[in-house]
């Protein structure tokens, strides 16, 4: 393993909460509320992403039930992207949802396993459940504002600069169509009074 592999913060160890307090005490319920420095950005399509470092704030309940230890609160976030137009830097402000149902492992069948979320040594991981919840509200297609021109097609200009920009194209083909069709009329002149 090379070292240069081993994250420089992981919510997986930063997200953990002791519950230990809670297990056998169904309906007692603990406020928690935690903010951890966001691991490195993952490689990939996810376009909206917390820088790392930045902030990443957990505010949860904590509820004994039967089964375990139900999760819920939110997961706020300052996520930091491109516009997909013109690639301009561009913020979001997520909050996102938690909700989750940490089952006490002799609770759940061998079969059930995979397919459940576990307790682990009486702790909650809220690790993976803040990830997941944080890129499901980001932004797929970010935009730095709803009409933003992006760039030229073809030399890659900022159109909000300048919204004739434009190329004369002449294509061959369509010059000589051109000439069939055109006739000579003068460009008519914006009459203002
Ligand atoms: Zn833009
Ligand atoms: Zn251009």
């Known amino acids: 393993m090379s070292s240069d592999a081993i994250p420089t913060s992981s919510l997986d160890t930063s997200l953990r909460f002791d519950a230990v ?28 992403q917390v820088p790392e470092g930045d902030d990443i704030t957990v505010a949860v309940e904590l509820e004994s039930v039967v089964e375990g230890i139900y999760v819920h609160g939110t997961a706020t976030a300052l996520l930091t992207g491109e516009c997909s137009r013109c690639l301009d830097p561009v913020e979001q402000d997520v909050s996102a ?34 990830r997941d919840a944080i890129a499901m509200e980001a932004e797929d297609r970010p935009l730095c504002r709803e009409d933003c021109p992006g760039l030229c097609g073809h030399c890659g200009f900022r159109m909000e600069e300048d919204p004739s920009h434009h190329h004369e194209f002449v294509d061959d083909r369509f010059a000589a169509l051109k000439g069939l069709f055109d006739t000579e009329e003068p460009a008519q002149k914006d009459e203002q009074n």
């Open 97 to 130: 949802r938690l909700d989750e149902l940490f089952m006490f492992p002799e609770k759940v069948k061998a079969e059930d396993r995979e397919d459940s979320v576990l307790l682990e040594a009486d702790e909650v991981n809220l690790g993976p459940l803040v």
């Open 21 to 48: 307090d809670l297990v056998g005490r169904t309906g007692s319920h603990r406020h928690v509320e935690r903010t951890v420095p966001a691991p490195a950005r993952e490689a990939g399509s996810i376009a909206m």
